[in-house]
């Protein structure tokens, strides 16, 4: 019997792919094997030599992400769900959250500030002008705006005040941004979330230094690391990661989740140290390869469907 393969589909990163080979083929033995994803020009039969494919880029090659849909529909198994990752956004995902009874900020989507390519002021005759003193009450400042697809902390900003707002909204240019309620936290965590059940919560402090960012040192009582813990898996859970890294910000002992939208996230040894790393390379090559071995079938979605009860009263909030 042939082994079945594992590829990693990788770009700049160097530390955490050949890591994570390395660690998939000490423990595939004669059933599993790993190494980097081959890709040439991609041919209309549905053919495709891995089983399952870890993809760390195809956000940013869009040649990469046609690649990974076909071979989704082919039969192989993807981590992360290239189809809904393409249709996910961070102001649904804020619905979802609260569906599962995650906290999070308050949050507003805005129109855009310029006209997307192609597009004029007949396009958007539905639109109506924004009643900015509603949506200041509602988020109260200080307020972060920020894409709603994208990360990276490209194209984020803390306004202090309305002038600081129409400002940074005058950069967005035709982007989609949220308007969210800043959380003046006492704690911060981020937490890796594999397989939608293994969590490493990490203390972390997004107002230092990149490099310094792993060393902060909370106080955590047990009942809140059991409450992180729920949330991160309900999120993934709703959204269907295998590979996540999902941020909460503790204000009056709630944990809100901030930032949970990341499908390929920073894995960088030199980043996240090496405790953190080793345990991201040693728990993800173990949940690539139960996925291989457990037959898993396409799944279009998490399991939000259900979680946000489509079939409740179009009037009725979702409330976390």
């Known amino acids: 019997m042939s082994k079945k393969r594992i590829g990693i589909l990788f770009g700049q990163e160097d530390t955490f792919p050949w890591a994570l080979i390395d660690a998939i083929n000490a423990r595939g033995g004669d059933e599993i094997d ?19 494919i870890l993809d ?38 804020n619905l979802v959250a609260k569906a599962a ?9 805005l129109p855009h500030k310029e006209y997307p390519p192609n597009t004029n002021d007949k396009s958007f005759r539905n639109m109506r002008f924004v009643n900015w003193d509603e949506v200041f009450t509602y988020l109260g400042f200080p307020i972060f705006m920020k894409p709603a697809y994208g990360g990276g902390w490209k ?29 003046e936290f006492t704690a911060y965590y981020r937490c890796y979330v594999l397989g939608r059940n293994r969590v490493r919560i990490m203390m972390y402090d997004p107002k ?84 291989v071995r457990s037959g898993r079938k396409l799944e279009l979605t998490g399991n939000w469907p259900t979680v946000m009860k489509t079939e409740k009263p179009i009037d009725e909030p979702i409330t976390a």
């Open 208 to 291: 230092q230094p990149h490099h310094l960012r792993y060393v902060a040192n909370y106080h955590t009582p047990p009942e809140l690391e059991a409450r992180i813990k729920r949330d991160a898996i309900a999120l993934c859970e709703g959204l269907g990661y295998d590979m996540n890294t999902v941020e909460f910000a503790l204000r009056d002992g709630i944990p809100y989740a901030i930032d949970f939208m990341n499908c390929a996230p920073d894995a960088d040894r030199a980043s996240v140290g090496d405790e953190n790393f080793e345990w991201m390379v040693s728990n993800m090559a173990e949940v690539l390869i139960d996925i």
């Open 101 to 109: 009874n995650v906290a999070v900020p308050r949050t507003v989507l």
């Open 34 to 52: 790993a190494g980097p994803v081959e890709i040439s020009y991609l041919k209309d039969d549905g053919v495709f030599p891995y089983s399952l």
């Open 56 to 93: 760390r880029i195809s956000h940013e090659v869009l040649f990469y992400r046609t690649y990974l849909k076909c071979a989704a529909a082919s039969g192989v198994k993807i981590v992360n769900n290239p189809i809904w990752w393409s249709a996910d956004d961070k102001f649904f995902d």
């Open 155 to 183: 194209d984020v900003y803390k306004c202090d005040n309305t002038a600081e707002f129409f400002a940074a909204y005058d950069q967005t240019r035709d982007l989609t941004m949220m308007a969210q309620e800043a959380i």
